[in-house]
């Protein structure tokens, strides 16, 4: 039995001009979005865990620019009690020239914004970019905001948590005009840092 994020990951032909367009405005940066550092000893975070982590980059000659999809199953075992969603699927597409690592080399990555996984009236997971050396080598960031009054006190009882994951996925597909990296996992992604 794979999971949604696998079978999508396999089945969605994602062969487009399209660039991807994102949202101008991070929800996290939002009035009362400063992240501050979690440590140990003020709260106890198990890490955000990511499986079925595929990467697929895909164009249509050599000429036009990839257009690249990262997609996985994310689940948070910090938010299980309180919340009716605990997990979502992300997928976040952008497009690259198969060379230039961006972030590097004057190339920017959509200016840092977030896009949305799961929204919901209060709540949502979120993730971006942070950077792309290389298919074998690239960092994302997620946020959730969630529920829980057990350990917070109203009006901090709806924390967003972030954590930021470096993935160098196994290469399991490669062609002049397509790459395709799957780790099943999963993978530990440790919450750093806080907002309330
Ligand atoms: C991923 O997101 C893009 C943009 O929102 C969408 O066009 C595409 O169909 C999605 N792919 C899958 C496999 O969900
Ligand atoms: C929240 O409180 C429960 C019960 O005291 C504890 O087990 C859990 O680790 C706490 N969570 C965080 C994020 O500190
Ligand atoms: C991932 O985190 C869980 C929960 O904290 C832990 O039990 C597990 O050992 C961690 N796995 C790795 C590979 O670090
Ligand atoms: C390659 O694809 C691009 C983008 O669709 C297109 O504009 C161009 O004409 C194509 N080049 C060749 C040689 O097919
Ligand atoms: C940076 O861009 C310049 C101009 O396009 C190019 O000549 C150079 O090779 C690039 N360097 C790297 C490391 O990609
Ligand atoms: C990823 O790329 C960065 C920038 O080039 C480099 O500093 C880092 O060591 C690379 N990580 C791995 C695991 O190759």
Redesign the pocket.
Known sequence: MYSAAFLLCLLAPILTNAVPSRSPTSVSKTPGGRVVPVTKSQFNFDPFQLTNICLDCVRLNTTAAFLCEAMFNWYDPNSIKENPVSSCVCNYTWAWDGVT?IGENGTEIDDGAYDLCWQGDMTYFEMRLVSF?TA??FTLELGHRYHDDENFTRPWDYPTTFAQI?L?LPLIEKAENKIKHYARGPVNATIYGISG
Request: proline residues 0%; glycine residues 16%; hydrophobic residues 0%.
């Open positions: 690592g050396h074998e080598n470096d160098q």
